[in-house]
């Protein structure tokens, strides 16, 4: 028994004594994919009745700020976490303002919008390949949870030179489950200290339920729930702190 322990003691040293761990503080640009991405290719929305299933989600390329850290518990693997925030405009506000204005047959409409607010919590598995003395190939596969925030849209309307009540989409809100899949190259700029170039795919699934107010007609675009992926593909720059560990 005393040999059994001493070599699962001797196995244990020889896979954690070239570990090194790390926390890094990050951010950079993020890139909607697919329907999240796409605007409404219609200008004229007149024929458009009642509720539409748009998948259109109009997001901008956005930005983002992450925090993430793992222990490597051997040479090339470790478990971690990371924390993600974004926020992705809304484009394409000129064509939505557009459509209205054809849709609910009036002289004038002004549309604004908030943004929308993406953060995810992403625990998962890390990996770590030196390829040179201060050059080490990154990655990671991570799982977890995102909460996701949809703009609120108001169509302001003026029609034979009076104001009519706006249009209003409400903000909506969703907790849903997240992916994250990326790679990194990190070089290490002293003992501690590296900086590392990601690019990463991220993806959740939340299933919005969105109120809507002011209508007082079945015309043009209006969204009750949107059921789309909000994927992206982005790509930072992190500054990490890096500890060996025995």
Not at 38 to 47: E, L
Not at 88 to 115: C, M, P, R, W
Not at 186 to 193: E, K, N, P
Request: glycine share 10%.
């Amino acid at each position: 028994m005393r040999i059994i322990l001493l070599s699962i003691g001797v196995i244990f040293t020889a896979l954690t004594a070239s570990a090194q761990s790390f926390i890094e503080v990050g951010g950079g640009v993020s890139l909607p994919t697919g329907n999240w991405s796409k605007v409404s290719t219609a200008t004229s929305m007149t024929s458009i009745q009642g509720t539409v299933d748009d998948p259109s989600g109009y997001a901008k390329t956005g930005g983002f700020f992450s925090v993430d850290g793992a222990w490597f518990f051997s040479k090339h693997f470790g478990v971690g976490l990371m924390f993600r925030y974004g926020t992705y405009n809304v484009k394409g506000i000129d064509s939505l303002s557009q459509g209205y204005e054809e849709s609910f047959d009036v002289d004038q409409t002004s549309t604004t919008a908030t943004h929308y607010t993406l953060w995810t919590v992403t625990p998962g598995l890390y990996f770590s390949l030196p390829l040179t003395k201060k050059l080490a190939f990154t990655a990671h596969a991570l799982a977890g949870i995102s909460h996701a925030t949809t703009p609120q849209i108001v169509v302001g309307i003026e029609d034979g030179g009076v104001d009519d009540p706006p249009v209003i989409q409400h903000s909506a809100s969703k907790t849903a489950f997240a992916a994250d899949l990326g790679v990194g190259l990190r070089y290490s700029v002293i003992r501690c200290l590296a900086l590392e170039l990601r690019a990463d795919y991220a993806y959740t699934k939340p299933d919005f339920t969105i109120a809507n107010d002011g209508r007082n007609n079945n015309a043009g675009r209006e969204v009750d729930h949107y059921d789309q992926s909000l994927a992206a593909v982005n790509f930072s720059l992190g500054v990490a702190y890096l500890f060996k560990h025995h």
